[in-house]
């Protein structure tokens, strides 16, 4: 059991709606990643957060954004949402890179 | 980098090995090994650390050659619950923090 937990497990949206999903890290983690994982492919990274600040960005646009908090939860935030935003997404926390990263049980977004 | 896992799919039955490979054209810092059953989150298995420092579980094991740029995952014995679909994830020399995961290596075991 990782201690890492998302909300809501699932959410419809409508094409062009914003949509914020939530993370809350395991204990003592001060690093969280935000992973898109489309259907039988593996997780896309998004960006990563380590004390307040982006740590590294993948290759999202713009309209994905987030904040990560003093108590190190995190949010993502999708603006101007398109129907391929459809996917589950994860978000993993870690002490740092030498270390493993433990898994939220995601996000299921469908954007119709 | 995404980077490559062979083979795609793998059928075993119970108690019989397998390997999984997953290579790069990057350097390498660490390795990451998951595992994700079908509407579940990736699980931890095993992380590689350049300079040979390894963590992970009995039963399974696993390589980082530094030079080659490649990791294999090591199942032995398999067991039914071994079965789900396996993910190496990297991270690069002078990157980021982030974590790059491959396509997936889908696993069966039965009876």
């Known amino acids: 059991e990782t201690g890492v937990t998302q909300s809501p497990t699932h959410l419809i949206k409508t094409r062009g709606q914003q949509v914020t999903l939530r993370c809350s890290s395991q204990s003592g983690h001060n690093t969280v990643s935000w992973y898109q994982q489309a259907l039988g492919q593996g997780p896309q990274f998004i960006f990563q957060y380590y004390r307040e600040e982006e740590n590294g960005r993948g290759n999202f646009p713009p309209r994905f954004s987030g904040l990560q908090f003093p108590n190190y939860s995190s949010e993502l935030n999708v603006n101007a949402l398109e129907l391929d935003d459809s996917a589950l997404y994860l978000c993993?926390?870690?002490?740092?890179?030498?270390?493993?990263?433990?898994f939220g049980q995601g996000t299921r977004l469908t954007v119709v | 980098q995404q980077p490559v896992q062979s083979p795609q799919a793998v059928i075993l039955r119970e108690g019989e090995d397998a390997v999984i490979n997953c290579s790069s054209s990057k350097a390498l810092y660490s390795v990451h090994w998951y595992r994700q059953k079908h509407g579940e989150a990736p699980v931890f298995l095993m992380i590689l650390l350049k300079g040979g420092e390894q963590k992970g579980h009995d039963k399974i094991s696993a390589s980082f050659n530094e030079k080659k740029q490649q990791s294999s995952l090591y199942l032995t014995a398999s067991q039914l619950s071994y079965s789900g679909t396996y993910f190496c994830g990297l991270t690069s020399q002078g990157g980021s923090e982030k974590l790059v995961f491959g396509k997936g290596t889908k696993l069966t075991v039965n009876p």
């Open positions: 993993a926390s870690s002490l740092d890179r030498r270390t493993e990263a433990f």
